[in-house]
């Protein structure tokens, strides 16, 4: 069975910054593409950030330049630096990964539980 566990949401003030963590584990043989959405109350879920194995990321328009993923491949684990929180960032955010797993013969896209994220003004 394969789990992914995050951490490092709260509460945080308008210019603050924010670390999230989300790690993989259980029956893994390998990770391909892992990354971050969001969702707001009322809205539908959008993408954030994602990373590949090999490192190259991508962005949301609305963080660029903000926001900074990365991943520890030795660890499973992938990150979100969070800084220049706005009140619009507000919002669940959930981790995702494409995982294939041991007797498995493609990837299967697993989600994290969600960490609330919460920036006043």
């Known amino acids: 069975q394969v789990q992914l566990v995050e951490s490092g949401g709260g509460l945080v003030q308008a210019g603050g910054s924010l670390r999230l963590s989300c790690a993989a584990s259980g029956s893994i043989l390998t990770i391909n593409t892992m990354g971050w959405y969001r969702q707001a109350p009322g809205k539908q879920r959008e993408l954030v950030a994602t990373?590949?194995?090999?490192?190259?990321?991508g962005y949301a328009d609305s963080v660029k330049g903000r926001f900074t993923i990365s991943r520890d491949n030795a660890k499973r684990a992938v990150y979100l630096q969070m800084n220049s929180l706005k009140p619009e960032d507000t919002a669940v955010y959930y981790c995702?990964?494409?995982?294939?797993?041991?007797?498995?013969?493609?990837?299967?896209?697993?989600w994290g539980q969600g960490t609330q994220v919460t920036v006043s003004s």
């Open positions: 995702n990964a494409d995982i294939k797993y041991y007797g498995g013969s493609y990837y299967v896209a697993y």
């Open positions: 990373i590949t194995s090999r490192g190259i990321t």
